[in-house]
């Protein structure tokens, strides 16, 4: 079946870059997304990107695949406080959502 | 914006009662979803729901569980006789139409905590 993979926990200081990384299984994955998940809130999308793109920009946050290593990647520049959280990378199937373990990221001030 | 939204944001129901969790999906959206996060887990997949029936579901959607959009706006998921282990975050969600290229929008969840 799919298996989406993520590191648990990532420690950045404020101002700095976060890199958030993920691999999948699934070759047939059309899409994979980034969502953000703040304590006892629901899951946030923050971003897309379709297989057959290699990067998105958007504001802060560039995604990086790697459509042949099956290897996604979140950028955050300039992190801030407010960018912790728990990130979920996942891939779209046929109509459902595989999710990765969720990456947690601390912003240390 | 546009938001899915669910009721209640806390559920707290003894073990062997059936429980209804609630969700207003987006207006013009005809897919709708739902997924469970047990605490510390991952968020799974559990069923997906078009045009009146189940489309697709997981294999920890069994007969305990069923889903049913009983009017325009509203799309339920109720567990029979629930279990300790049903205990968990749920999460509904929609899409406006299949396919990757539309993605899901969840909304806020709903905990359950079975006593």
Same mark, same amino acid.
């Given at each position: 079946?799919?298996?989406?993979?993520?590191?648990?926990?990532? !420690?950045?200081?404020? =101002?700095?870059? !976060?890199?958030?990384?993920?691999?999948?299984?699934?070759?047939?994955?059309?899409?994979?997304?980034?969502?953000? +998940?703040? %304590?006892?809130?629901?899951? +946030?999308?923050?971003?897309?990107?379709?297989?057959?793109?290699?990067?998105?920009?958007?504001?802060?946050?560039?995604?990086?695949?790697?459509?042949?290593?099956?290897?996604? !990647?979140?950028?955050?520049?300039?992190? +801030?406080?407010?960018? !912790?959280?728990?990130?979920?990378?996942?891939?779209? =199937?046929?109509?459902?959502?595989?999710?990765?373990? =969720?990456?947690?990221?601390?912003?240390? %001030? | 914006?546009? /938001?899915?939204?669910?009721?209640?944001?806390?559920?707290?129901?003894? $073990?062997?009662?059936?429980?209804? #969790? @609630?969700?207003?999906?987006?207006?013009?959206?005809?897919?709708?979803?739902?997924? @469970?996060?047990?605490?510390?887990?991952?968020?799974?997949? #559990?069923?997906?729901?078009?045009?009146?029936?189940?489309?697709? *579901?997981?294999?920890?959607?069994?007969?305990?569980?069923?889903?049913? @959009?009983?009017?325009?706006?509203?799309?339920? #998921? *109720?567990?029979?006789?629930? *279990?300790?282990?049903?205990?968990? $975050?749920?999460?509904?969600?929609?899409?406006? $139409? /299949?396919?990757?290229? &539309?993605? &899901?929008?969840?909304?806020?969840?709903? @905990?359950?905590?079975? #006593?």
């Amino acid at each position: 079946g799919e298996d989406v993979e993520q590191s648990l926990f990532l !420690s950045v200081r404020e =101002g700095d870059s !976060s890199v958030i990384n993920c691999t999948y299984t699934d070759s047939s994955s059309t899409y994979l997304y980034w969502y953000k +998940q703040e %304590p006892g809130a629901g899951l +946030q999308l923050l971003t897309y990107i379709f297989s057959n793109m290699d990067m998105k920009q958007d504001q802060r946050l560039t995604v990086l695949l790697n459509k042949k290593d099956k290897h996604l !990647s979140l950028r955050i520049a300039d992190t +801030q406080t407010g960018d !912790s959280a728990i990130y979920f990378c996942a891939e779209r =199937g046929y109509q459902k959502v595989t999710f990765g373990t =969720g990456t947690k990221l601390q912003v240390i %001030p | 914006e546009p /938001e899915v939204t669910q009721t209640p944001s806390h559920q707290v129901t003894q $073990m062997g009662q059936e429980v209804i #969790l @609630r969700c207003v999906p987006i207006s013009n959206h005809l897919y709708f979803y739902w997924y @469970r996060q047990i605490l510390g887990q991952k968020v799974e997949f #559990l069923v997906s729901f078009y045009n009146n029936e189940i489309s697709e *579901k997981s294999e920890i959607f069994d007969d305990q569980f069923s889903v049913e @959009r009983p009017d325009g706006s509203n799309f339920t #998921l *109720k567990i029979r006789s629930t *279990k300790l282990e049903d205990s968990a $975050m749920y999460f509904c969600a929609s899409s406006p $139409m /299949e396919g990757g290229h &539309q993605p &899901q929008h969840f909304g806020d969840g709903t @905990r359950l905590s079975i #006593l």
